[in-house]
């Protein structure tokens, strides 16, 4: 009997991997949301979460505009 050699099938590591990122990133704002909302100070905010100011900025930012927004 012949036994071919096929190649490895392409995994799907890298691709789940990408998204369990992408899942811990959305999850650390969610809580810095939550942190700034409670109006925890900032250096709180990045020692729980890792966040760097810039970060906590543009997500500050973001919360504004959408509160702007819900008020009109």
């Not at 036994?3 to 799907?12: C, G, S, V």
């Not at 811990?24 to 966040?51: C, H, N, S, Y």
């Amino acid at each position: 009997m012949d036994e071919t050699m096929f190649p490895d099938p392409p995994t799907l590591k890298p691709f789940l991997d990408e998204k369990r990122e992408e899942g811990k990133k959305q999850r650390t704002i969610e809580i810095a949301k939550a942190m700034l909302k409670e109006e925890l100070p900032l250096e709180t905010v990045m020692k729980v979460t890792g966040l760097n100011e810039k970060e906590l900025d543009e997500i500050k930012c973001m919360q504004l505009k959408k509160h702007a927004h819900d008020d009109q």
